[in-house]
């Protein structure tokens, strides 16, 4: 990841300065820096780092102590910052200190990047002849010869049914628009680490060259049968809008994009919530979607499933208009969307786009495009909004590992709308007190999820396997 995010290249959107992934986690900080002070032991004087580095906007992560001895406290600090230029301020600041010295600057995104974030390991140790003939030639041609003979046997004797591609062309990583495939794979191994650490699932990235529709659906279906679910990531619009669908067309394993489809089991999780935290019904909230790129036309068709009403949208392209009045929704310039809806979520990537005499009071406004959001959620509650939030706290990982925990545990053929919605439902029902949505790391949060797939995936008909009574029962 480079030290400072570079405007985001062109790319095809529903607004100008629309980037190609908003809603999608994340903070307006792009820059994270372990920061080794020593400071005097006295009181205080971590008071003084802390306002050093709060003046300049720099915000204060985890901090570990190193060494404590009598005079001083040699301490890391982890501080994230939104460019270069903020970092060097912050580090002209500390240097003013009487009572710190700073010691050293270190990039810990680089360090834990060096050899990647994911390796393929073996779950049986060869260490012997007789495990290598278990493992190896010549017991493994008897289970070749069985799989040969029963295709679905290779979901119980190899790794398949436990596996997931994630697959990006690399045309719209994160915010940083069509860099190319090698350049997203930090995001994918990402992807695959979380899915591995959260619900158990060996997922591994698939970098497809872009190139037409036609090429990147069957170069992604001739690899597929090494994989019991295909996750499309960070492929960019309008092209996504078919790849998805031809590709799950042609397979018989679900097939999910996570830009579009997990993005919107997350914010319909979160529109759940904040209905019940205003004291509304869902279904009475009148809707609005503003930018109806991947994200924003998949959010205002789950919507308009979930909530029995149709949508108001606001698209800056014909052909994006064209598919908000195709699933039922209802067109709308930015003004009348405002003046009319309760709720309102933009992803157009535009920073500013609503202002804030704009907002109706009690209106819930969701400015998911990051870095910067369409409206900054402190002004919004400050000219009226009942609840505002960014896009750093609608993440999509409170999303697609319980998806594809479901769906394989059910050996699903395809995703159902049924399965985004009980997701939906099970991750707003995980969040506690006062909270928008849950703590995307509570593994408990992805068991509930991949419970409720897997009994809508059953009821849906879409289901290869039901699960026994106690998976259910055993799920954290």
């Not at 309102?344 to 009690?362: D, N, S």
Request: hydrophobic share 50%; aromatic share 2%.
């Amino acid at each position: 990841m480079a030290d400072a995010h570079p405007p985001p290249p062109a790319v095809r959107s529903d607004f100008p300065s629309e980037a190609a992934q908003p809603a999608t986690g994340g903070a307006a900080y792009g820059l994270v820096r372990s920061l080794r002070l020593r400071n005097m032991n006295q009181p205080g004087v971590l008071g003084e780092v802390a306002s050093a580095i709060g003046r300049v906007g720099g915000n204060i992560g985890e901090i570990h102590s190193v060494q404590r001895g009598q005079h001083h406290v040699v301490r890391d600090v982890d501080v994230s910052f939104a460019d270069l230029a903020m970092l060097e301020a912050a580090l002209a600041a500390i240097r003013q200190l009487a009572h710190t010295t700073l010691l050293d600057v270190r990039d810990e995104v680089l360090r834990v990047h060096v050899g990647g974030k994911i390796q393929v390991v073996p779950r049986y140790p060869v260490g012997s002849v007789a495990d290598l003939r278990r493992v190896y030639t010549p017991g493994v041609a008897e289970v070749c010869r069985l799989i040969a003979r029963d295709p679905t046997a290779a979901d119980r004797y190899t790794m398949i049914g436990n596996t997931v591609a994630v697959v990006t062309t690399g045309t719209a990583v994160l915010g940083l628009g069509n860099i190319g495939p090698v350049a997203g794979m930090p995001v994918m191994e990402g992807k695959c680490a979380l899915m591995a650490q959260l619900v158990g699932i060996s997922a591994v990235p698939i970098l497809v060259e872009p190139g037409s529709d036609d090429q990147v659906v069957d170069a992604v279906a001739r690899v597929s049968q090494g994989f019991g679910a295909i996750q499309l990531e960070d492929i960019a619009a309008p092209e996504c809008f078919a790849i998805a669908p031809a590709l799950q067309a042609r397979l018989d394993i679900p097939v999910l994009h996570d830009d579009q489809h997990g993005t919107a089991t997350v914010v319909l999780a979160a529109v759940l919530r904040a209905a019940t935290l205003v004291g509304r019904a869902p279904a009475e909230l009148c809707a609005g979607v503003v930018g109806l790129g991947a994200a924003g036309s998949a959010i205002a068709g789950l919507l308009m499933h979930a909530l029995g009403r149709p949508v108001l949208g606001v698209g800056g392209t014909p052909d994006s208009v064209d598919r908000l009045v195709a699933a039922g929704g209802t067109p709308a310039t930015l003004a009348e969307l405002m003046a009319t809806a309760d709720l309102v979520i933009a992803t157009t990537g535009q920073a500013g786009l609503i202002a804030p005499q704009l907002v109706r009071p009690g209106q819930v406004i969701f400015a998911l495009s990051n870095p910067v959001p369409e409206i900054d959620p402190d002004v919004a509650r400050g000219a009226g909004a009942a609840m505002a939030v960014d896009g750093a706290v609608v993440n999509n990982l409170l999303g697609f590992p319980g998806l594809f925990r479901g769906a394989l545990d059910t050996r699903a053929t395809r995703f159902t709308t049924g399965m985004l919605v009980a997701a939906a439902h099970a991750i707003a029902a995980h969040a506690r007190e006062d909270d928008l949505v849950p703590d995307a790391l509570d593994p408990g949060v992805h068991g509930r999820v991949a419970q409720a797939v897997a009994a809508a995936a059953v009821a849906d008909g879409v289901a290869r396997t039901v699960p026994s009574a106690d998976y259910f029962d055993d799920r954290p």
